[in-house]
């Protein structure tokens, strides 16, 4: 059954966890962070594509961001140049990273994010060991 336009999801909802190797990958961390919601913030003002801000929770020495788009293609625009781009070039030298993009009727909460990611990360994992299973 298909769904109308009415109740289908309208936004594509994005967040990104990185587990940081090292406390002191914090400060180049938090520079890519801020250049890359500096980004986000300048697309959005003369592209679109951007809903809202782009937001940032820490938790030790776990940060998540959380952002919400008008469509993947308006995202791949963002996160494919430019400083996020660099950012994501550098991650490998600071941290772990987890990504999960969806849609959505609405951008969740974070803790809404944060499990609908972890429940990605682990049906991911499950899928790993099945595949090296079947081996």
Do not use: C
């Amino acid at each position: 059954m298909e769904e109308s336009a009415e109740t289908s999801p309208k936004i594509l909802v994005s967040i990104t966890k990185i587990q940081l190797k090292d406390p002191s990958t914090a400060r180049e961390f938090s520079k890519h962070t801020r250049a890359s919601f500096n980004q986000a913030r300048e697309n959005s003002l003369s592209q679109g594509g951007l809903l809202g801000q782009p937001r940032l929770k820490i938790d030790g020495s776990t940060y998540y961001t959380l952002s919400s788009w008008q469509s993947e293609q308006a995202m791949r625009d963002y996160v494919d140049q430019g400083n996020h781009k660099e950012a994501m070039e550098a991650s490998p030298n600071i941290g772990q990273v987890e990504s999960f993009h969806w849609y959505a009727e609405r951008t969740p909460s974070f803790d809404e994010a944060i499990n609908k990611l972890n429940e990605e990360v682990e049906r991911r994992r499950q899928e790993k060991q099945q595949r090296e299973k079947d081996l």
